[in-house]
């Protein structure tokens, strides 16, 4: 099936088209028409926003409101999800989905995940994310990360639960603070690189560690990476320490990152140091925004607009030109993509045909307005939204 959509503006303001075939873009450009074409109304096109970091099995969306609740400690807020979650009686699956129509409507079409994996729980998050990808398959795409939350080591029987999620279907593993959580820096690391390497997975690791001891650890996934010859499958996530270093020492760790095409996450944080997004691009690391946990126990924010996090990382930033915008929008759709090894994407003849059509002008336009109604299209067709929206105020 071919459809046409025209009168689109693309990023730097041409007038184009695209004509999309077997769920594929087929050309892109200026003077793509066709008698029964679609018409954008001279909305923005900009490739459909990918997710790179959430925990959709966490989320509380749609539920009874819960507080937020401040902890000294990462093992506070751990414990505190944990009893929400035991006495939360709605399945996984049926939380994560109201969160997922929320994502689609904004204009994301893929999305990792992190499942936590725990002896209590066993992996009955898994099981649940599973089903959850079979029922959107058809409109979403999900990627999902074996992600031991209370600790790997520390907690016996976590290590098997970690293998069998790989062995049901999960693409990645994870992990959490090898020295803050285990304790066993080396240990958590070797035991992850390892498992990675026997079952063909990537690996994604949440690196809260902060300061000298954080950017150890960033160096030992470096050597890990290198040696396991893991090279462009691994990303670590939050990665705090990288703000908090000499300039000297994060030019040299970047570089490690980027000639081992190990990517970055950050969410943009309001009260932690965060890695120098700009920095770190200028030296070649690929760095991309994610949504962290959703109205969740962690914290009730969050409302799965990848464009409003992209807007979020600018204003971390004090971004404001219009390469800047660009440079946050990127966050959330060719570094996500690339972070999570996506290699059919972009407006590019031959990629998947995933974008989204945004009420906007421009890339700071979209960003600073974030306007609603947008229009999702993906692998060719509409899958969210109307393709016509002909009083647009831009």
């Known amino acids: ?24 873009i087929e050309a892109i450009g200026p003077g793509i028409t066709a008698p029964d074409a679609v018409d954008g109304d001279g909305r923005l096109v900009l490739p459909a926003f990918v997710e790179p970091h959430v925990h959709l099995d966490k989320t509380l969306w749609g539920e009874s409101w819960q507080s937020g609740r401040r902890a000294g400690r990462l093992r506070d807020y751990i414990d505190n999800e944990r009893r929400i979650l035991s006495s939360n009686t709605t399945p996984p699956e049926e939380r994560a989905s109201r969160l997922l129509s929320e994502m689609l409507r904004h204009g994301t079409t893929t999305v990792r995940s992190h499942i936590d994996v725990a002896p209590d729980m066993g992996l009955s998050h898994v099981e649940a994310m599973l089903r959850l990808r079979e029922t959107w398959r058809d409109r979403v795409d999900l990627q999902f990360v074996a992600f031991p939350q209370q600790g790997l080591l520390c907690r016996p029987g976590t290590a098997d639960l970690m293998r069998q999620a790989i062995d049901m279907g999960v693409e990645t593993v994870g992990g959490l603070d090898p020295a803050g959580i285990d304790g066993d820096p080396e240990g958590q690391l070797r035991f992850i690189f390892d498992l990675a390497v026997e079952k063909g997975a990537g690996v994604d690791i949440h690196l809260h560690d902060k300061g000298a001891l954080g950017a150890w650890q960033i160096e030992r996934i470096a050597d890990h990476t290198k040696a396991s010859g893991l090279a462009g499958k691994v ?33 943009a944080p309001a009260d932690v140091a965060v890695p120098p997004v700009e920095r770190l691009t200028e030296i070649g690391v690929t760095v991309c925004c994610g949504s962290d946990g959703i109205r969740d126990s962690w914290s009730p924010f969050g409302n799965g607009d990848m464009l409003e996090r992209a807007f979020l990382t600018a204003y971390r930033f004090d971004w404001n030109t219009d390469e800047d915008f660009r440079r946050a929008i990127g966050c959330a759709t060719e570094a996500a993509a690339r972070a999570i090894g996506l290699a059919d994407y972009g407006l590019r003849a031959g990629a998947r045909a995933d974008f989204v059509m945004i009420a906007a002008q421009n890339a700071g336009d979209a960003l600073c307005r974030r306007p609603v109604g947008r229009c999702v299209v993906r692998r060719g067709a509409v899958v969210a939204g109307e393709a016509s929206n002909p009083s647009r105020t831009v």
Request: aromatic residues 4%; charged residues 20%.
């Open 1 to 24: 099936m071919t459809t046409t959509y025209t009168n689109l503006r693309n990023i730097d303001g041409e007038t184009i088209g695209i004509r999309c075939t077997g769920g594929r």
């Open 235 to 267: 990303m670590i996530s939050h990665a705090y320490c990288l703000g908090m270093i000499p300039e000297a020492r994060l030019d040299q760790i970047g570089q490690r990152l980027a000639d081992l095409r190990i990517s970055l996450m950050t969410s």
